[in-house]
């Protein structure tokens, strides 16, 4: 079996690679870094490197999985000044709750790796440190497919949110114990 382990920062270039790879076809990655896969890298790298810094949950495995998520109180990095990002941005916090929560920004499996249960099991580590924590757990999913997995892990719709082009974005919670 597989093993999910934390990451340390040498381990972050890794974390990227991952979800750069994971959100290939992701429509709402393809409307936000029209460019591809280099301004999609320097992103998922910028944020892994955000998550980390503040003591977020980083969590691989290595060359097949990776795992981003805010603690409660714990902002994103900064706001884009302008562009595509910006306007993701805008729109994911129309609707962002306020009760303290884990904010999972990211998980991805890369390609090879798909089909293993290894969404499943990410999801599953981090459920369990929000239970202990007594904290809901918060995410948009940018696919349905994502979005079932979330259900099937007690998380529950709360809306659908559109990017500026119409692509959609599905914002899921899900209650503390």
Do not use: N
């Amino acid at each position: 079996m597989t093993a999910f382990r934390a990451a340390t920062a040498r381990d972050l270039p890794d974390v990227a690679a991952t979800l750069t790879e994971a959100f290939a076809d992701d429509p709402p990655s393809r409307w936000v870094f029209p460019g591809g896969a280099a301004a999609r890298a320097r992103f998922f790298s910028d944020v892994a490197d955000h998550v980390h810094t503040v003591g977020g949950t980083v969590e691989l495995v290595p060359g097949a999985a990776a795992l981003l998520a805010l603690p409660p109180g714990v902002q994103p990095p900064d706001d884009p000044a302008d562009g595509r990002e910006a306007a993701m941005r805008r729109t994911l916090d129309a609707c962002h709750p306020h009760a303290p929560h884990h904010y999972l920004l990211f998980y991805g499996v890369r390609d090879a790796h798909r089909g293993r249960g290894l969404g499943g099991r990410m999801l599953a580590r981090l459920t369990a440190r929000a239970d202990r924590d007594r904290t809901g757990t918060y995410a948009e999913a940018s696919t349905w497919r994502g979005a079932r997995l979330m259900l099937r892990h007690g998380f529950r719709p709360t809306g659908t949110l559109r990017l500026p082009d119409g692509t959609p974005l599905i914002p899921v919670w899900r209650d503390p114990p």
